[in-house]
């Protein structure tokens, strides 16, 4: 009796510890799928299709910012400038189509050199000086807000005749119904997701966030890895303020400061899906849907203003604290 009482015990706690271990992985799969249940019972036009398509519109631009930060916080390191990426992205492409070449594909392609110069130099000070990362991007984020102020002279920059592919990226529709901004995350999604999970660098990037001493050990190089991740990240974050700036048809010198602590929320979040504790691209998406299901929501619902931001609060400091126990067990 006492053998099979502790078989049916040992049982018992395999059987919870994979339950554990399942809802662990898929929290936020879970909680995604509840709160929209939620909205949609509080008010049936939640699910119109016209409204999802628009969730995900709005999951866009964080979604994108918040790959870029995943992959650069897989390597341990931190990009605190991101917002102002995202906002000199918006400001250069601006200022060149208007000013310099009417042409959106020749300004795109200048544009995305320049915030890859931005990310080159974020890497160079972190990893050449040694400063530290969230010091470091700090001072850069300061300096591109104040290099965007002066580029629109401090307030809204517009034109009445922006060119017809800039105008496209975020206000235009596949088939009349699918936002083309949407169809850029999938393709954000999909390129992140093979350079993280199936190239080389990708993998390495991993390591170098895993372990940079056993990364070094094995022969990678740490400093290469570290500068693609910076590189990397600002250009998704530039690429990301064009969008905005293409959605809004007009560009501000902060415009991207509001969206750098949701993009940081996905990135947190999706630490905790699939492979709790570590940063990846599919947790960073549905992050971002989750916010926006949340904000798309308590909008429909006629909540007070002020709960978006104690939501946004409560979501991330959660998703911190989520990973920061999971890395403290391991």
């Given at each position: 009796?006492?053998?099979?009482?502790?078989?049916?015990?040992?049982?018992?706690?395999?059987?919870?510890?994979i339950m554990l271990e399942v809802m662990g992985k898929y929290f936020l799969l879970i909680a995604t799928i509840l709160v929209s249940v939620m909205f949609a019972i509080a008010s049936p036009s939640f699910l119109k299709v016209t409204n999802i398509l628009d969730i995900f519109r709005a999951a866009s631009i964080i979604g994108i910012m918040g790959i870029g930060l995943t992959i650069v916080q897989s390597t341990g390191d931190f990009d605190f400038a991101i917002g102002a990426e995202a906002t000199v992205g918006a400001c250069a492409i601006a200022k060149i189509m208007v000013e310099l070449i009417p042409n959106f594909y020749i300004a795109f392609l200048l544009t995305m050199i320049v915030v890859a110069c931005i990310g080159l130099f974020n890497s160079y000070i972190v990893i050449n000086i040694g400063m530290q990362a969230f010091v470091a991007t700090f001072g850069v984020s300061t300096l591109m807000v104040g290099i965007c102020k002066f580029l629109t002279g401090g307030g809204?920059?517009?034109s009445t005749s922006w060119p017809s592919g800039f105008s496209i990226l975020g206000q235009g529709f596949v088939l009349g119904i699918i936002p083309v901004s949407v169809i850029l995350l999938a393709l954000?999604?999909?390129i992140a997701f093979v350079f993280m999970e199936k190239t080389k660098t990708g993998r390495y990037i991993y390591a170098v966030g895993?372990?940079?001493v056993a990364a070094q050990h094995v022969g990678i190089n740490i400093r290469r890895n570290r500068r693609i991740a910076f590189v990397v990240c600002s250009m998704f974050a530039g690429f990301a303020g064009?969008?905005?700036a293409s959605m809004l048809s007009n560009v501000t010198p902060s415009m991207g400061d509001s969206n750098f602590l949701p993009a940081m929320s996905t990135c947190m979040l999706g630490a905790t899906f699939l492979r709790p504790g570590v940063f990846n691209i599919l947790g960073t998406i549905l992050g971002s849907?989750?916010?926006a299901v949340i904000s798309n929501g308590l909008t429909m619902v006629g909540a007070s203003f002020f709960l978006k931001d104690i939501i946004q609060g409560a979501v991330l400091i959660f998703a911190v604290g989520f990973v920061a126990v999971i890395r403290h067990k391991r």
């Open positions: 009796m006492k053998m099979e009482n502790k078989k049916k015990k040992s049982t018992n706690s395999f059987e919870k510890a809204q920059y517009y954000c999604t999909i895993a372990n940079p064009i969008i905005q849907i989750l916010l």
